[in-house]
């Protein structure tokens, strides 16, 4: 366990040196960082639009690079990483209406669109036999301009349900917005249609962006801001600009939030008098403050912080997570962890993916059970305290470069992966080299063979549960009477186990050396009439070429004759010997124990047992 844990922090590890090495490299090519601001005076008017639609800002008719220019920067500061993210996405975004759902009839339509109140939906309603409001290519535009806030689009075509059109009024092709309007979460979705005459591209944005932004509780003066400020203590995210409405990313984000975060925009154009925000601490805007229990924190000033849905999601479900967002964070890392053993183990490659799907139900089996005292309601004070330890980490400075690396390896899942390959093919050479020593017959068994022997030890469980069992080295129940119950409930099934006769091939064998070769010409006529006496009593035996492990005998018990000089023998784990021949025969009849003590022949004894018997076979 210890060694899956140093293998993961250091995948952990190889990731974030990666991304400083990235940044680096970045530095050195364009000369700038992801946190440096940009003057919005240096950039050209398409640039400007592209972070415009980025945020989510709306403008009417043609706007002058100035007038563009000066939204930008009343909505926030620019920096080089937002910069550069959208004009990726401009590039990389496609045009086109393949995310956008069509609706077969009113009951797909209620499912998807009144029933969830998890988002906000912009439907495009065609009448019977009449055009649709936005063509092909304006329809497409506004598809992907409000698919980057999270906005979802579908097409409702009348000519599927006309019954459904007529008894909600929709006799002429038209757009719905599907908002939530509560603040709960799951709250009342209310439809909106758009009634305006004109039905260009930046009309029906504007309306978009104006229904979007009357989902945040906006305050234009100084009282009702105070009051807010110090009413009570759950999570705020406060905006303070001189726009007419703010951001549609903001706005967006306060959908995504619906009960958990209340989202507040405060605009000052009118304000003559600023004494309330130095009085809460607010000295420059445009400024997005994050207020929680535990104090204030200004959002823009660290690494990965960017004015975009994206950044903006994931620094707010870092300092307000759901018991989700917590959930997958824990099933990544321990999958990550549990793969791991794809790598540690040493062997044949089935034997590396049965380890691995065995760790796999292991872990995760172990997460699933570790999660059920979240339901426990005396664990509130404990849930707070973690909370609020987890605010304190998560506005840091690491917290920020976590975050940033977090966004980064997510839109990038094949660096993510592929460092992970690499680390654990490091991790692999570096445990073959550890094991170089002492590598075992398991180790460097093929495929086949370790299948061979996996179908074998399954066979005998299945059959022969209690033997397979003794087979273990570790196992101390032979120590015990149960082992003798076991034996007497069932002999033969206990007695006669399917086991892998590769045992046999290490039991000992030695030569039976007689002490009379040491006598040899010392013997004379007179000893000729003890010969009768001496052919019925075992010849002597040199104990220095006897085994020391062995228990000393002078008789095969099973063909009942004594030892002769030269004969070879053969030794059982218990310690008794026997002529190797007769022991064969009776191994090879199924008879995987002793025949005197009825020990398992595949199973080691402990030398104490052994000496225990010596003496008892001493004391006889």
Request: hydrophobic fraction near 40%.
């Given at each position: 366990?210890?060694?899956?844990?140093?293998?993961?922090?250091?995948?952990?590890?190889?990731?974030?040196?990666?991304?400083?090495?990235?940044?680096?490299?970045?530095?050195?090519?364009?000369?700038?960082?992801?946190?440096?601001?940009?003057?919005?005076?240096?950039?050209?008017?398409?640039?400007?639009?592209?972070?415009?639609?980025?945020?989510?800002?709306?403008?009417?008719?043609?706007?002058?690079?100035?007038?563009?220019?000066?939204?930008?920067?009343?909505?926030?500061?620019?920096?080089?990483?937002?910069l550069y993210s959208a004009l990726k996405r401009e590039k990389e975004q496609p045009e086109?209406?393949?995310?956008?759902?069509?609706?077969?009839?009113?009951?797909?339509?209620?499912?998807?669109?009144?029933?969830?109140?998890?988002?906000?939906?912009?439907?495009?309603?065609?009448?019977?036999?009449?055009?649709?409001?936005?063509?092909?290519?304006?329809?497409?535009?506004?598809?992907?301009?409000?698919?980057?806030?999270?906005?979802?689009?579908?097409?409702?075509?009348?000519?599927?349900?006309?019954?459904?059109?007529?008894?909600?009024?929709?006799?002429?092709?038209?757009?719905?917005?599907?908002?939530?309007?509560?603040?709960?979460?799951?709250?009342?979705?209310?439809?909106?249609?758009?009634?305006?005459?004109?039905?260009?591209?930046?009309?029906?944005?504007?309306?978009?962006?104006?229904?979007?932004?009357?989902?945040?509780?906006?305050?234009?003066?100084?009282?009702?801001?105070?009051?807010?400020?110090?009413?009570d203590d759950t999570v705020k995210m406060f905006l303070f600009a001189q726009l007419p409405?703010?951001?549609?990313?903001?706005?967006?984000?306060?959908?995504?939030?619906?009960?958990?975060?209340?989202?507040?925009?405060?605009?000052?154009?009118?304000?003559?008098?600023?004494?309330?925000?130095?009085?809460?601490?607010?000295?420059?805007?445009?400024?997005?403050?994050?207020?929680?229990?535990?104090?204030?924190?200004?959002?823009?000033?660290?690494?990965?912080?960017?004015?975009?849905?994206?950044?903006?999601?994931?620094?707010?479900?870092?300092?307000?997570?759901?018991?989700?967002?917590?959930?997958?964070?824990?099933?990544?890392?321990?999958?990550?962890?549990?793969?791991?053993?794809?790598?540690?183990?040493?062997?044949?490659?089935?034997?590396?993916?049965?380890?691995?799907?065995?760790?796999?139900?292991?872990?995760?089996?172990?997460?699933?059970?570790?999660?059920?005292?979240?339901?426990?309601?005396?664990?509130?004070?404990?849930?707070?305290?973690?909370?609020?330890?987890?605010?304190?980490?998560?506005?840091?400075?690491?917290?920020?470069?976590?975050?940033?690396?977090?966004?980064?390896?997510?839109?990038?899942?094949?660096?993510?992966?592929?460092?992970?390959?690499?680390?654990?093919?490091?991790?692999?050479?570096?445990?073959?080299?550890?094991?170089?020593?002492?590598?075992?017959?398991?180790d460097s068994s093929t495929n086949l063979e370790w299948l061979a022997s996996l179908w074998?030890?399954?066979?005998?469980?299945?059959?022969?549960?209690?033997?397979?069992?003794?087979?273990?080295?570790?196992?101390?129940?032979?120590?015990?009477?149960?082992?003798?119950?076991?034996?007497?409930?069932?002999?033969?099934?206990?007695?006669?186990?399917?086991?892998?006769?590769?045992?046999?091939?290490?039991?000992?064998?030695?030569?039976?050396?007689?002490?009379?070769?040491?006598?040899?010409?010392?013997?004379?006529?007179?000893?000729?009439?003890?010969?009768?006496?001496?052919?019925?009593?075992?010849?002597?035996?040199?104990?220095?070429?006897?085994?020391?492990?062995?228990?000393?005998?002078?008789?095969?018990?099973?063909?009942?004759?004594?030892?002769?000089?030269?004969?070879?023998?053969?030794?059982?784990?218990?310690?008794?010997?026997?002529?190797?021949?007769?022991?064969?025969?009776?191994?090879?009849?199924?008879?995987?124990?002793?025949?005197?003590?009825?020990?398992?022949?595949?199973?080691?004894?402990?030398?104490?047992?052994?000496?225990?018997?010596?003496?008892?076979?001493?004391?006889?």
């Amino acid at each position: 366990m210890w060694l899956k844990l140093l293998f993961l922090t250091l995948y952990l590890l190889v990731l974030f040196v990666l991304a400083r090495l990235l940044e680096a490299v970045v530095w050195c090519e364009a000369g700038v960082l992801a946190t440096q601001l940009v003057d919005p005076v240096t950039l050209s008017y398409n640039k400007l639009k592209t972070i415009l639609e980025a945020r989510g800002l709306a403008y009417s008719g043609l706007a002058q690079k100035t007038d563009v220019r000066e939204l930008v920067e009343k909505s926030g500061d620019l920096s080089d990483g937002e910069l550069y993210s959208a004009l990726k996405r401009e590039k990389e975004q496609p045009e086109g209406d393949a995310g956008t759902t069509h609706f077969s009839g009113e009951l797909h339509f209620y499912e998807l669109v009144e029933d969830t109140k998890d988002g906000i939906w912009l439907v495009q309603v065609v009448a019977q036999d009449r055009e649709a409001l936005l063509g092909q290519s304006s329809w497409r535009r506004m598809v992907k301009k409000v698919s980057q806030f999270g906005i979802r689009t579908g097409v409702f075509n009348c000519s599927s349900d006309h019954r459904s059109c007529v008894r909600r009024g929709w006799h002429r092709s038209t757009l719905i917005m599907a908002v939530p309007q509560t603040s709960a979460s799951k709250g009342k979705v209310v439809l909106k249609e758009y009634h305006g005459q004109r039905t260009s591209h930046e009309h029906v944005s504007r309306w978009v962006t104006a229904q979007v932004a009357g989902q945040i509780h906006t305050l234009e003066r100084s009282e009702p801001l105070l009051h807010e400020w110090q009413s009570d203590d759950t999570v705020k995210m406060f905006l303070f600009a001189q726009l007419p409405q703010p951001p549609a990313f903001f706005s967006a984000l306060s959908v995504r939030f619906t009960g958990r975060i209340k989202f507040i925009f405060v605009n000052i154009c009118h304000w003559n008098n600023h004494s309330s925000l130095v009085q809460i601490g607010v000295t420059r805007s445009p400024a997005y403050v994050l207020k929680t229990p535990e104090g204030m924190y200004w959002y823009g000033h660290s690494t990965g912080e960017l004015l975009s849905v994206g950044a903006m999601d994931t620094f707010l479900r870092s300092v307000q997570p759901e018991v989700n967002d917590l959930f997958v964070l824990s099933l990544l890392l321990i999958n990550l962890l549990a793969w791991t053993d794809l790598f540690i183990t040493q062997g044949a490659t089935v034997k590396r993916f049965m380890v691995l799907i065995r760790t796999l139900g292991t872990y995760n089996s172990v997460l699933l059970l570790s999660w059920l005292p979240v339901l426990l309601p005396y664990l509130d004070s404990f849930y707070s305290y973690s909370l609020k330890l987890l605010r304190y980490a998560d506005t840091s400075r690491l917290g920020s470069v976590v975050r940033a690396d977090w966004t980064f390896y997510s839109s990038h899942p094949a660096l993510f992966l592929s460092t992970y390959l690499a680390t654990g093919l490091l991790v692999d050479y570096l445990e073959k080299k550890r094991r170089c020593h002492r590598r075992s017959l398991e180790d460097s068994s093929t495929n086949l063979e370790w299948l061979a022997s996996l179908w074998d030890w399954y066979s005998s469980y299945l059959l022969h549960p209690i033997a397979s069992l003794n087979q273990s080295d570790q196992s101390e129940w032979d120590e015990h009477t149960n082992f003798l119950f076991e034996r007497l409930a069932f002999p033969d099934l206990w007695l006669r186990p399917l086991v892998n006769i590769d045992y046999i091939k290490i039991l000992p064998i030695w030569r039976f050396k007689s002490a009379e070769r040491a006598d040899d010409g010392s013997g004379g006529a007179g000893d000729k009439s003890s010969d009768s006496e001496c052919e019925e009593s075992p010849p002597p035996c040199d104990w220095s070429a006897w085994p020391q492990d062995m228990l000393r005998c002078s008789e095969c018990v099973v063909c009942l004759e004594h030892f002769a000089d030269t004969e070879v023998l053969m030794g059982l784990p218990c310690g008794h010997a026997f002529h190797h021949s007769c022991i064969m025969v009776w191994l090879a009849e199924g008879q995987h124990c002793c025949p005197v003590c009825r020990w398992p022949s595949y199973k080691k004894k402990r030398a104490h047992t052994v000496c225990n018997l010596d003496f008892l076979h001493f004391i006889l």
